[in-house]
């Protein structure tokens, strides 16, 4: 059996490692982290020592979100309910239409490779306010309609207010 590596009070990207908190099913240890956003976390020593996993995903937000704001085909659209895509002129488009091109043939849900997880995001007018991990695709998917719910129908039911 190997000896542990000690990473108490090292800084790996934004995550300090805090304290050993057990060993994976794949035998790495385990470590309870402070992230630099002030979330803790739970990390693989292996992942902190490559640092395949740099924050709490915080860091996935802000890079996601400067992105998304800073791409020329989208910027243009951001914010804008006017350029809501319309499907037979009164849905929006939202979770509920299937696309082809992704895992999990849901708007908004896909598999994330590296930490083989479901991931569910929405953003709205300009801000990431969704953007979470799921072990199972059905939990992202309803995270995801419940986050339509609160952001997008009251704009949909605004906008069919206004066109009918």
């Not at 799921?134 to 309609?145: G, L, N, Q, W």
């Given at each position: 059996?190997?000896?542990?590596?000690?990473?108490?009070?090292?800084t790996f990207g934004r995550l300090t490692a805090i304290s050993f908190f057990g060993a994976s099913s794949n035998g790495n240890a385990l470590w309870l982290c402070q992230c630099q956003c002030g979330n803790k976390c739970v990390v693989d020593s292996q992942r902190l020592r490559t640092g395949?996993?740099?924050?709490?995903?915080?860091?996935?937000?802000?890079?996601?979100?400067?992105?998304?704001?800073?791409?020329?085909?989208?910027?243009?659209?951001?914010?804008?309910?006017?350029?809501?895509?319309?499907?037979?002129?009164?849905?929006?488009?939202?979770?509920?239409?299937?696309?082809?091109?992704?895992?999990?043939?849901?708007?908004?849900?896909?598999?994330?490779?590296?930490?083989?997880?479901?991931?569910?995001?929405?953003?709205?007018?300009?801000?990431?306010?969704?953007?979470?991990?799921?072990?199972?695709?059905?939990?992202?998917?309803?995270?995801?309609?419940?986050?339509?719910?609160?952001?997008?129908?009251?704009?949909?039911?605004?906008?069919?207010?206004?066109?009918?």
């Amino acid at each position: 059996m190997k000896k542990r590596i000690d990473l108490a009070n090292q800084t790996f990207g934004r995550l300090t490692a805090i304290s050993f908190f057990g060993a994976s099913s794949n035998g790495n240890a385990l470590w309870l982290c402070q992230c630099q956003c002030g979330n803790k976390c739970v990390v693989d020593s292996q992942r902190l020592r490559t640092g395949s996993t740099r924050s709490c995903g915080c860091l996935r937000s802000e890079i996601s979100r400067l992105k998304i704001k800073t791409n020329k085909q989208t910027k243009k659209y951001i914010g804008n309910s006017q350029n809501f895509q319309l499907i037979d002129r009164t849905n929006l488009v939202s979770s509920t239409h299937k696309r082809s091109n992704n895992k999990s043939g849901v708007i908004g849900v896909s598999w994330d490779k590296t930490a083989q997880k479901w991931v569910a995001r929405l953003y709205f007018q300009g801000h990431l306010v969704l953007n979470s991990v799921y072990v199972h695709m059905e939990d992202a998917i309803a995270a995801r309609k419940a986050a339509e719910k609160k952001y997008i129908v009251p704009l949909q039911e605004q906008y069919n207010q206004v066109h009918q």
